[in-house]
């Protein structure tokens, strides 16, 4: 009872600091994508279609980080990471704004889920064979996709 009461008011906590952001502060969340994207996000019609594209740009940074980090390759692993932080926390933020409809979010966050599980996956394993002076880019990547995983675990566990 008293878990399910934190987890309420840290809810509530995470909502309110969303809600108050600024117009300007939405530009500078978007640092890291590419014009493309950023009109894309801003123009979708829906928490799901906007969900959908940050968790595309997610994947393609995904496959960068892992490609440069591989190639050794520091400013393009470092530009990828950005795009690939700015994505996720994209989609956290899309999600959480969505809380009020209840089978809607659901599912948004059913998907926001699966979807941090796969990237973790594919960096946990990114991490095993990266060179040491590049395993900061993967953990830093890391670190954003499990604090979001960890959320919409959280959310999800309301479900039940």
Not at 11 to 39: D, F, H, I, N, Y
Request: charge should be positive; charged fraction near 30%; include cysteine.
């Amino acid at each position: 009872m008293v878990l399910r009461f934190i987890q309420q008011i840290l809810l509530v906590a995470l909502v309110l600091c969303r809600m108050l952001c600024s117009p300007a502060m939405l530009a500078s969340e978007l640092e890291g994508l590419t014009t493309e994207e950023k009109e894309s996000v801003q123009q979708a019609k829906d928490a799901e279609q906007r969900l959908k594209l940050y968790l595309e740009i997610a994947e393609a940074r995904l496959k960068e980080i892992v490609l440069h980090t591989r190639k050794l390759d520091r400013e393009n692993s470092a530009k990828a990471v950005s795009g690939f932080r700015t994505a996720v926390s994209g989609a956290d933020d899309c999600v959480a704004k969505e809380q009020s409809d209840g089978k809607a979010y659901r599912k948004l966050v059913t998907q926001l889920h699966k979807a941090m599980k796969k990237y973790n996956f594919v960096l946990l394993h990114a991490l095993d064979k990266a060179a040491e002076d590049f395993r900061k880019y993967i953990q830093s990547a890391y670190e954003v996709s499990q604090r979001v995983q960890d959320s919409a675990e959280i959310q999800m566990a309301r479900f039940r």
